[in-house]
């Protein structure tokens, strides 16, 4: 009889360690983002500034090379003055064509940050609100193996820290 109470204990000891894992889930974060309709509307947008941004380039483009046809097919009849002008307004807009590209790039990108923002944190809660709701303790990215939610925990760095003499 005591060794049934033992063997009892031990079970349900080793099935309360068990059952207190939780259950691990997983997603594709990728997948869910092209079932959502906001990721339509923000690459529409995205895709608007884009263009209105290309559209300027290609206005200074032209005027360069207008600028540059205009040079080539007068360079003999300019005077030495008008010649060294027209070489720096040259160099000026080929100049100011690359930053304006360089600007551009940087703007696409925080575009498509602050367009792409709501629709991750909007994700993100959902994931988070399922994983609450339905008990798990940790959701995976499937595609990236990253942990999208995990209860909360005790933040070790002061504990690893100390032990690194790191203050």
């Known amino acids: 009889m005591k060794r049934i109470f033992v ?3 031990l079970v349900f000891g080793i099935s309360q360690v068990y059952s207190q894992k939780g259950k691990t ?5 990728t997948a869910l983002y092209s079932f959502m309709p906001e990721l339509k509307a923000a690459n529409e947008a995205y895709l608007k500034f884009y263009k209105e941004l290309d559209t300027n380039i290609k206005v200074m483009e032209a ?3 207008a600028k540059v046809k205009y040079f080539n097919d007068n360079a003999g009849t300019l005077s030495d003055f008008i010649k060294q002008s027209k070489e720096k ?4 807009l080929q100049a100011q064509i690359q930053s304006f590209r360089q600007s551009a790039q940087e703007e696409l990108t925080k575009k498509q940050t602050s367009l792409l923002e709501p629709i991750t944190k909007k994700a993100k809660q959902a994931i988070q609100d399922v994983a609450k709701e339905k008990g798990y303790k940790y959701i995976f990215n ?15 760095m002061p504990l690893v820290k100390q032990k690194l003499g790191i203050k």
């Open 25 to 29: 889930g997983h997603i594709d974060v």
């Open 7 to 9: 063997l009892f204990i």
């Open 89 to 92: 307004e040259i160099k000026d």
């Open 142 to 156: 499937f595609n990236e193996n990253n942990i999208l939610y995990a209860e909360a925990s005790d933040d070790i």
């Open 63 to 65: 005027n360069y090379q």
